[in-house]
Each structure stands twice: as C-alpha cells, then as structure tokens.
C-alpha cells in the first residue's frame, strides 16, 4: 500500500481554480462592481424613457391661446395648426346679445390665457364637436380648470356639457356664485335670466 503524499491530500482539499467550473459566477468586488453599473445603467435607461413619454404626453395636451373670441371660445395652436375649442361646461353670455357680463367674460379670459400656454383635454364622450363645430374641451392653466373659475365668479353658468363629476361640482360652484351674488347673479343684473339650452 502507498503513501498518500501530503500534497495529493491538500489538491483534493483544495482543487485547482483553473479546474473549476465555467458555469459558477465569479465573485469579489469586480463581480459587485459590475452589477453596481448594471443597475445604475438599467434605472437611467428607465427614467430617459419615463422622461420622454412624459414630455410628449404633456406637449401633446399643450397648446397656445392665439385669441379669445368670447368668454367661452378660444382659438388654440399647436405644431402651426389653429382651431377653435368650446370650453366644456362654461355657458359665457353671448356678446353678440350683449348680455350683462359677456365682455367682462372675455376681457377676464384674455387677460389669464392670451398668448400663453394651456392644457386641453377633449371631453371624454361620443359628442367632440359642440353645435357650431368647435371642439369641446376642458383647459387648465397653472393647474386651475378654466370652466371652474368662470362659473365660480359668475363669468359664466353651468352649461351642462360635463361628465358626471364635472356636472356635480359645477352646479355646486354655480350655487355659490348665485348664494353669493357674484357676476351674473349679482344685484345689478338680478333681472337677467341665461337663455335655455333650447334658445
């Protein structure tokens, strides 16, 4: 029977690395290091993607206000391409009437929106164009609903062409403006009386 020789026991103990499979990962701190960099790699290429679907989601709601024909219409550009959008649950007084409040409500409109930019987004129903073919929509600037703000101040009734949520708050906002005498409901035009959706 043969010796073992002390070098025979310390390969088995310990085999060579060249011997080692090609399939376990290498380890130590490159190994770490490389996937320190994947990583950071990866969450760039994720946040360079969000960033570009933002920005085109956002430019494709924003337009600029070209004019303000009354207190409820606008004209808007986008890309040089112009049309002319209703305002979605805003009834303005028609100044082609010259009812009370009706250039009050286009001179408020042009003051805030002229020249500036705004966020449009078409109403959400099966109905897109208002009886004169204008596009109807709800715009924001700032983060503030523009139909919102005119009934609020009385600029402007509640027309009826809203989503449910929309007509709820809506036809609060314009209670308030009736409890509170504001615009058209103030004193000096109690006698005034918006003309029905039928007129």
């Not at 085999?15 to 969450?43: H, I, V, Y």
């Not at 009812?99 to 099966?126: H, M, V």
């Not at 204008?134 to 005119?150: F, H, K, P, V």
Request: charged share 25%.
């Amino acid at each position: 029977m043969s010796r073992i020789a002390a070098t025979d026991i310390e390969d088995m103990v310990q085999p060579d690395p060249a011997q080692t499979s090609l399939t376990e990962p290498p380890t130590g701190s490159r190994w770490k290091r490389l996937n320190l960099l994947d990583l950071r790699f990866a969450g760039l290429v994720v946040a360079v993607i969000g960033l570009i679907v933002w920005l085109t989601y956002y430019h494709s709601h924003t337009y600029v206000v070209e004019a303000v024909l009354d207190g409820d219409t606008l004209i808007v550009s986008k890309w040089g391409w112009q049309f002319t959008v209703q305002l979605a649950g805003a009834d303005a007084p028609e100044i082609h009437k010259n009812e009370p409040f009706s250039e009050g409500a286009r001179f408020y409109l042009k003051e805030q929106l002229l020249g500036r930019k705004i966020w449009l987004d078409f109403l959400d129903t099966g109905r897109k164009l208002d009886y004169k073919d204008r596009m109807l929509c709800w715009a924001w600037i700032d983060g503030e609903n523009i139909s919102y703000t005119l009934v609020v101040q009385g600029l402007a009734r509640f027309s009826g062409a809203a989503e449910r949520d929309h007509r709820t708050i809506l036809a609060l906002l314009e209670n308030d403006a009736r409890e509170n005498r504001r615009g058209l409901w103030s004193a000096r035009t109690a006698a005034y009386r918006p003309p029905s959706e039928d007129e």
